[in-house]
């Protein structure tokens, strides 16, 4: 194995090579996402798809695709096309600058498990975007460069460099100046003589007090229902209690999410996640269509759903309740749109909770309205008092194009029980 300093080289075979990006993974510190960037001989990527990440998971070669793990790369080499000159491998931090990563490491692997090469001395102070190391050609052959190069400006700043389109949020318009003042005009004034005064000392007695009036009652909040009278359907801020009196404690569940296109013909790409946080509503994991399981699988994602066609779920997350953490006190249910379309272009969005070992369905939560945004909080399963599991509707919608994105949405509409 060669230890590389920031710029060495060493060649590498043309083979399937695995590079992977590894860190200490200690409280407090930031998570790392990694990305790879297939380039032309100009640097720059031909279009967006050459961008391969968490939520374009495989490039269109099949050359370059991330391993499933959430740190690797897998590099068919011998399968890039003619015109790839560079394979970039970035990272991208979340919760923090990458001088806040211990022992952040670039490893590459050869397709018999040998690691051909490590580096380790990035660098890195208040990047929250790195460039780790790079695969490119030389004379017909390949090599690996370790390169350490980073961007305090996130991956947007990192992608926007190697001609990846990034959407920008549309400039406030300009606050017009106030208006100059100019004082009201004075009234004309006209002489009223003084009123005489009275001749009689009598006044007339104060009116009488206004009957007191309580203030009205605030509005009770709708009384919360368990599974006794069979299938529930909730509307927006309604919550259920997934018991039954009499009945052992619901374990396995599947919720179920699922949506049309508007517009007949028009195939609408959005992705249902989950995302779970603690008591004090910190964020512990995501399960997405790029990371499939939490928990030893106690969460699992069924797959992912490219167009919104079909009857019925279009897409499953598995729930095993009784083998779920006990730090894990919300599981909060996203759907996200990645390529932009917005949910007015969406219809018959809903959620339903279905008994993972009948079969039948418990509790239903049928979007009524939309907004022109990229995500939206379906529903959240949160652990009451005493430990029962509790189903709330939300419906909430936010800027959000991927489940990274809906974290501090997430956090503030979990519920109290």
């Known amino acids: 194995m060669t230890m590389l300093t920031k710029g060495g080289n060493v060649p590498v075979p043309a083979e399937m090579l695995t590079l992977t990006l590894s860190w200490q993974r200690v409280p407090g510190a930031p998570g790392v996402d990694i990305s790879a960037l297939v380039l032309g001989e100009n640097g720059k990527v031909g279009s967006d798809a050459d961008m391969v990440f968490f939520n374009a998971p495989r490039h269109g070669s099949g050359a370059v695709e991330l391993d499933g793990s959430g740190s690797g790369v897998r590099v068919n ?75 305090a400006s996130g991956l947007s700043g990192l992608a926007t460099d190697y001609g990846i389109t990034v959407d920008d949020a549309p400039a406030a318009p300009p606050t017009p100046p106030p208006p100059a003042y100019s004082p009201p005009p004075r009234p004309a004034q006209t002489y009223a003589p003084t009123p005489p005064a009275p001749t009689s000392s009598y006044a007339p007695p104060p009116p009488p007090a206004p009957a007191y009036a309580p203030p009205p009652a605030p509005a009770a909040a709708p009384a919360m229902v368990n599974l006794d ?43 249902a996640s989950v995302i779970t946080y603690d008591a004090n509503a910190r964020a512990l994991e995501a399960v997405y269509f790029n990371h499939l399981n939490a928990y030893n699988r106690a969460i699992h994602h069924c797959g992912d759903n490219l167009t919104g066609a079909g009857d019925g779920d279009d897409e499953q997350i598995q729930i095993d309740l009784s083998a779920i953490p006990s730090e894990v006190a919300h599981l909060v249910f996203t759907i996200n749109s990645y390529k932009g379309h917005k949910f007015t272009e969406v219809k018959n969005a809903f959620c339903r909770l279905v008994d993972g ?44 194009r991927t489940v990274r994105d809906m974290l501090t949405i997430g956090s503030q509409v979990l519920p109290r029980l």
Do not use: C
Request: no cysteine; hydrophobic share 40%; net charge positive.
């Open 357 to 400: 070992r009948t079969g039948a369905e418990l509790v239903r939560f049928n979007l009524t309205d939309s907004e022109r945004e990229t995500g939206v909080v379906m529903a959240t399963i949160s652990r009451d008092r005493a430990g029962s599991w509790v189903m709330t509707a939300i419906g909430r919608f936010a800027k959000g």
């Open 77 to 151: 080499v011998a399968a890039l096309p003619p015109h790839v000159d560079k394979v970039v491998i970035a990272g991208s931090s979340d919760g923090g600058a990458f001088g806040s990563v211990p022992g952040l490491t670039l490893s590459v692997t050869g397709s018999n498990g040998a690691v051909l090469a490590s580096f380790t001395d990035m660098g890195a102070t208040t990047e929250t975007a790195l460039v780790a190391g790079e695969l490119y050609r030389r004379a017909g052959a390949w090599k690996f460069r370790a390169v350490g190069q980073g961007w």
């Open 229 to 271: 009278k069979g299938r529930v359907s909730l509307r927006k801020g309604e919550k259920v209690s997934l018991t039954k009196t009499g009945a052992p404690s619901l374990t396995l569940v599947t919720m179920g999410l699922g949506w049309d296109p508007a517009r007949w013909g028009k195939d609408i790409d959005l992705d």
